[in-house]
């Protein structure tokens, strides 16, 4: 077996190729918030949160026009979004539906409580916030025991961080 990956590798960023390149900056900066960082031209865009050069990146160089990739096929099933704290997630979550967007889902996972949605492309898009670590489950023998339990999407939304008033 080979030595496991640092600790504190992360995944750093993410690239979709997509159909209509300003009706996804609408959905990723207009929706969920992110901001857009850097345009090249009409065909690719980068946004991030905080400043950071990009988390996304969204092109049109080889599907502009097309169709979502067919269900069944090989491919990206969803990114993950983390955000900070269950407020923050509330917030995302009355973004969503402000929007007039439909959830695919949400769930309790006992290490993390999880929404899901579909970006304007098909692509899947879950929204989650972890718990700290030492409240996850486990079983016995210290292995992870994850669930798949409904979420209280009313409780959450009651825990929304409150957008600052000027």
């Known amino acids: 077996m080979t030595a496991p990956i640092h600790p504190q590798a992360r995944i750093g960023h993410i690239h979709l190729k997509v159909s209509d390149l300003e009706r996804a900056i609408d959905f990723y900066s207009g929706v969920l918030g992110f901001e857009l960082q850097q345009r090249y031209g009409t065909q690719a865009a980068f946004l991030s949160a905080g400043g950071y050069h990009h988390h996304i990146g969204l092109n049109t160089w080889e599907s502009a026009g097309a169709g979502p990739v067919p269900r069944g096929y090989p491919g990206l099933y969803h990114t993950a979004f983390l955000y900070p ?3 923050q997630l509330g917030d995302a979550l009355r973004r969503i539906l402000d929007a007039g967007l439909t959830l695919d889902g949400a769930a309790d996972h006992g ?6 949605l579909s970006d304007p492309d098909g692509n899947g898009v879950e929204l989650y916030w972890d718990r700290e670590e030492a ?9 992870l025991q994850m669930q798949n339990a409904p979420l209280d999407l009313q409780a959450l939304l009651n825990d929304a961080a409150r957008p600052e008033t000027p």
């Open 85 to 87: 704290d269950r407020a």
């Open 111 to 116: 290490v993390s409580e999880a929404i899901y």
């Open 135 to 143: 409240a996850w489950p486990r079983e016995a023998n210290g292995m």
